[in-house]
C-alpha cells in the first residue's frame, strides 16, 4: 500500500513513483521539466505529488551533486522599470528551472559594492550568477572579477570571459523612429535616457542611425533622467520651442511628463507633435492619449539567460550571446503631421517670390 500524507515520515521520490505507476526515474524527469515524457505520464505524476505533498530534498541533491540549485542575481537600479522587471524575468525563468535566486540589489555601482555581492554569492555556493548591467562601468569592474561559477551579464552582450544575454535597444529605438518617418515627420527629437546608461546610449544611437538613413537632422536632443519629472520639465521647454512635429522619447516615464507638459501648453499630440515611448509600461495603454511605445519580452530575456546559465553549468558551454527584439506597440499618441498654418505657406511664397 503507499504510503500518504498521514504517515509519519515526509514522503520520497519512490513513493511518488509507486503511487503514479512509474520509476524513480520517471518522476525525477517530471519534477526536472525533462521534455521527454508523455503528457499522461506527467499528470499522473503530478497527481501523485499533490496527494502525497511531495517536496524535492535540495539538501539531499546538493550533496549529490554537488551543487547549491541557487542563483545569485545582482542587480542596481531596480526601482527603475526596466531592470525591475529584467530581474522578475530572470527570477521566474531560475525558478522554472528548478533553481533558487539570491538577490543582491545595489545602493551604488562601485568596485567595492560589486565585489562585496560577488564575494558573498561565493560564500553561498551559488551554481552561477546573473549580472543586470545598466551602467558601462559595471561590466568594466565585471573584468577584474576571477569568478569560478558561470557569469551572465543581462542588458550587455558580454565580452571573452563573460556571456551576455540583452534587448536589441538600438534596433527597438530605429523601429520607432522608422515609424515617425514613414508618417511623414522630418523634424523628430529625441529625449534620451542618461547618456551614462547603456540602454540611454544604444536608444540615442538608434535614434540617429534612423535619422542619418533618412537624410535627416539630428540636432533635436534632449536628456532626462528616466523620470516623468524631467519629461515635464523638457516637456515645458518643447513647448516654447516649437522646433519639433515628433518626438521619440527614451522611455514611457518621461514621455508622461511630456505628455503632461504638452497638455498644459496647449499642444495637441498627436495633432500637433507625434509621441513614442519606450518601455510599454502596464499602465502606457492608458495614457491621453495612450502611448505608441516599444515592447521589452522581459521573460524571453529572462529565458535567454537562464538557458546560457544552465548550459554553462552542466556542460560548461563556452562564452555566447544572446538577442531579444523588441516590437513596436501603435496606439493614439502618433499620426502623420498636421500641414503647416496657411499663413506659414504665405509667408513661405513671398520669400520665395
Known sequence: MPITKSDAR?????????????????????????PNVSATTKERV???????????????????????????????????????????????????????????????VSRDAIFDALRHFTEQSVDGIAVLVPHSETLRILEEFNPVVPVITIGSLGNEAFSGSMADQKRGAQHAVEHLIEQGHRRIGHVAGPSDWIDGALRAEGWRAALEEAGLPQDLLREGDWSAGSGYEIGRRLAEERTATALFVGNDQMALGILRAFNEAGVRVPDEVSVVGFDDQPESGYFTPPLTTVSQDFEELGRRCMDIMLKEIQAGAAVSSTVVMPRLVLRASTAVPAPPPKSAKRSLRRRVS
Open 10 to 34: 515526509l514522503p520520497r521520490l519512490e513513493d511518488v513513483a509507486e503511487l503514479a505507476r512509474v520509476s524513480p526515474q520517471t518522476v525525477s524527469r517530471v519534477i526536472n521539466n525533462h
Open 46 to 108: 503530478e497527481a501523485a505529488i499533490g496527494e502525497l505533498g511531495y517536496r524535492r530534498n535540495t539538501a539531499a541533491r546538493s550533496l549529490r551533486t554537488r551543487r547549491s540549485q541557487t542563483i545569485g542575481v545582482l542587480g542596481s537600479e531596480l526601482s527603475q522599470y526596466g531592470p525591475a522587471n529584467t530581474l522578475l524575468g530572470v527570477e521566474q525563468a531560475a525558478r522554472d528551472a528548478g533553481y533558487f535566486v539570491s538577490i543582491a540589489a545595489l545602493r551604488s
